[in-house]
């Protein structure tokens, strides 16, 4: 099975206090899989409580933080079944209207074959 990468990547930056916070994403082919990768870099607060693409939620797969110089916490969730095509919403629900910026970046996995799996996952955190 051959994995790519879908065309469209979209970045977003929540600058204000939203919660749940919201953007939309157009992939160019119809992925397999839909990955959003999220970065808070003011803290290494856990902001993100979950999210979801078009109404599907989506599988926290790791989060690290670096707390010893530059504060900052990362996240990678995944949607690897039931992914629904055309325009949809990424909807970050948010334990507090923080007002601190996060980051996020989707994309889309494309596959010949039916589906795609996760084999493993690692976090490394600090420095």
Known sequence: ?????????TESI????EDPYSFSYTPTSTPKAI???????ES????IVGITYGGVAMTRVATATDTAGEPLRS???ELLSSVPSGTQTVEVDLASATTEDIVFT????TSAGNAIE?????TLSEN
Do not use: E, K, W
Request: aromatic fraction near 8%.
């Open 1 to 9: 099975m051959t994995v790519g990468l879908d065309a469209t990547r």
């Open 14 to 17: 929540r600058t204000g206090v």
């Open 35 to 41: 990955i959003v990768c999220a970065s808070n870099p």
């Open 44 to 47: 290494a607060t856990d902001h």
């Open 75 to 77: 996240y990678i969730y």
């Open 106 to 109: 989707v994309f889309g996995l």
């Open 118 to 122: 996760r084999i493993d996952s690692d």
